[in-house]
């Protein structure tokens, strides 16, 4: 359980200065206050920070400049934000793939976040960097948001898939049809934020998502994605680089401090130059 002073100060962090009631209102506020202030950022794969899954060392670590986390980071928090507030909340092993990935032997590379509001049952993501602002109804079918369409349907193996929109990078996930407990995501956590060959640890990527579009700071390359939109713009300097974290996704480069900034730049440059001289050996 998130210690009660934690709670309240992610509350003033998020912009919510009363405590939202444990129903479906509530839970909508909590999630759409989440989502619009905190950003994705795997940062803790880039920087070789790896540490156990605990609600209060991410929040103390997010709350003096704003450095919120990968997938299993931001759940974490969400959920342990949630259950403060009085909802039940359920983990559930998902995989963030093509459909079927899961039963060809895909791994665990995501949390999954199910709430039940009085029988009703939601899908609250944060740790999904195009996730909708909204928590999704967990039953078949579509589920819009401003010009953004999600779907979710019943796998065969009782689990479920949630398909993302045409303008996401990712094509949707997989996720458990029962919970599970923290020390399940233990290992996954470990590989996904230290192996060599993990996305994570590859690639810096950071991301926010709108009512009418995604944000994704991927290496050096910043795009914008969303119906009629497709931005992409290669930041050119530190200090450019610097900017971004700060006014685009609310991280205090200062509360990074240089060692970080100049790792993290440093590794921005040379993930684009891989990028680039790949793209261009492939065009032949």
């Not at 590859?202 to 931005?231: M, N």
């Not at 996704?249 to 970080?260: E, K, S, T, V, Y």
Request: charged share 25%; hydrophobic share 45%; aromatic share 8%.
């Amino acid at each position: 359980m998130l210690d009660p002073a934690l709670t309240d100060r992610l509350l003033d962090h998020i912009g919510l200065t009363e405590r939202p009631a444990p129903d479906a209102s509530g839970l909508r506020t909590v999630h759409r206050a989440f989502l619009s202030r905190i950003s994705y950022a795997g940062l803790t794969p880039q920087l070789g920070e790896h540490a156990p899954l605990d609600a209060d060392a991410l929040v103390t670590r997010l709350l003096p400049g704003g450095r919120g986390g990968y997938c299993f980071e931001m759940n974490t928090m969400l959920l342990e934000l949630l259950t403060a507030l009085g909802f039940a909340v359920e983990r559930r092993e998902a995989v963030v793939k093509p459909r079927g990935a899961r039963a060809a032997g895909a791994l665990t590379d995501h949390m999954a976040l199910v709430v039940d509001v009085a029988g009703e049952q939601f899908i609250a993501d944060a740790g999904w960097g195009e996730a909708p602002l909204d928590p999704i109804p967990l039953r078949d079918g579509p589920f819009t948001v401003g010009p953004f369409t999600w779907t979710v349907e019943r796998e065969p193996d009782g689990g479920w898939w949630l398909e993302q929109h045409e303008w996401g990078e990712t094509p949707g996930f997989w996720f458990a049809g029962s919970a599970s407990t923290a020390e399940d995501f233990a290992p996954h956590h470990l590989r996904i934020a230290t192996s060599p060959e993990s996305g994570f640890v590859k690639t810096l990527v950071v991301q926010r998502p709108y009512d009418e579009r995604v944000v994704t700071l991927r290496s050096r390359t910043l795009a914008v994605d969303g119906p009629g939109l497709r931005e992409r713009t290669v930041i050119a300097d530190a200090g450019a680089f610097a900017a971004v974290l700060r006014d685009t996704f609310a991280i205090d480069p200062d509360a990074l401090g240089p060692q970080r900034m100049e790792r993290l730049w440093a590794q921005a440059c040379a993930q684009h130059e891989a990028f680039v001289a790949a793209r261009a050996a492939a065009q032949g």
